[in-house]
C-alpha cells in the first residue's frame, strides 16, 4: 500500500480538498467526498 502515495505523486496532485488532504487531481474540480471545490496546492 505504500505505492499509493507514490502514484498520486506522479499522477500530478496539483488540487487537493482542503478536508481531504488525500483527495487531490491534476485540475480543477470538486471533491468526490464532501462536494468542495479544490484548492490548488503551492
Ligand atoms: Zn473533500
Same mark, same amino acid.
Not at 491534476?26 to 464532501?34: E, F, M, Q, T, V
Given at each position: 500500500?505504500k505505492n499509493v502515495n507514490f502514484q498520486i505523486e506522479?499522477?500530478?496532485?496539483?488540487?487537493?480538498? @482542503?478536508?481531504? @488532504?488525500?483527495?487531490?487531481?491534476?485540475?480543477?474540480?470538486?471533491? @468526490?467526498?464532501?462536494?468542495?471545490?479544490?484548492?490548488?496546492?503551492?
Open positions: 500500500m506522479a499522477t500530478g496532485d496539483k488540487y487537493v480538498c @482542503p478536508m481531504h @488532504p488525500d483527495v487531490t487531481s491534476d485540475k480543477a474540480g470538486k471533491c @468526490p467526498k464532501c462536494g468542495m471545490n479544490l484548492v490548488a496546492k503551492k
